[in-house]
């Protein structure tokens, strides 16, 4: 079992829905983060949060939101997304940032958009 | 046609053979490189890590080794297992600036 849980685990959404993943971790890290991850693909970085403030954000649509209402909660808000916004989306979390460390990752929520 | 990057390089040993996994990395001022598991459905699992000022580190059963000179790193996994079968990823961290390679599927035959 993974230290971060992430949930939904899958998320069928139309474009002009709004839904969120939420992601939680109880391991005291200060530092989490975003990846989306193409089938084939490498997980690529989307946001960071290092004690709780956004620190990168890798210019990301707007139509993504993040959220860190504490330490141990990650929130990703989703509006108006694409059909290419489908993918597997991944949270993470080390001890802080930078990241000289190993970030823990959950399994992720597969996103669909119809 | 097919694009460069839709299918992942792959890997096929036989079970108790040893593995070996090539990474080549892209920036010299990188220092500190990971690798990863990624079983099917799961997220990246960390497996061993390394920093710039080695060149070779142990755990159980695998070993990283770094070679600055040609920006490559390799994991090195012994006696390799049916359950060792997933998608490896290297990657290198450079100014907080952490990059995945683009991975490496291994099978393992029975």
């Known amino acids: 079992d993974t230290e971060v849980t992430q949930t939904p685990k899958h998320l069928v959404m139309g474009m002009t829905n709004k839904k969120s993943l939420k992601c939680e971790q109880h391991?005291?890290?200060?530092?989490m983060y975003w990846y989306k991850q193409k089938a084939k693909k490498p997980p690529e970085l989307m946001f960071v949060?290092?004690?709780?403030?956004?620190?990168i954000n890798e210019s990301v649509p707007s139509r993504f939101s993040p959220e860190c209402p504490n330490s141990s909660l990650l929130n990703l808000h989703l509006h108006a997304l694409q059909p290419e916004d489908s993918a597997l989306y991944l949270c993470?979390?080390?001890?802080?940032?930078?990241?000289?460390?190993?970030?823990?990752f959950g399994d992720g929520t597969r996103l669909s958009i119809l | 046609g097919e694009s460069v990057g839709l299918h992942l390089p792959t890997l096929s040993v036989q079970e108790g053979d040893n593995s070996i996994i090539n990474c080549a990395y892209s920036?010299?001022?990188?220092?500190?490189f990971i690798w990863y598991k990624q079983e099917s459905g799961k997220g990246p699992q960390f497996i061993i890590d390394i920093r710039s000022n080695m060149d070779k580190r142990q755990g159980q059963r695998v070993t990283v080794l770094l070679n600055k000179t040609v920006k490559h790193l390799s994991l090195q996994i012994a006696a390799t297992q049916p359950g060792d079968s997933a998608v490896y990823f290297c990657a290198e961290n450079n100014n907080n600036d952490m990059r995945f390679g683009a991975g490496t599927r291994l099978t393992v035959k029975p």
């Open positions: 391991m005291g890290h200060r530092a």
């Open positions: 920036n010299s001022a990188s220092d500190y």
């Open positions: 993470a979390s080390s001890q802080d940032y930078p990241v000289n460390q190993p970030q823990h």
């Open positions: 949060y290092s004690y709780e403030k956004l620190s």
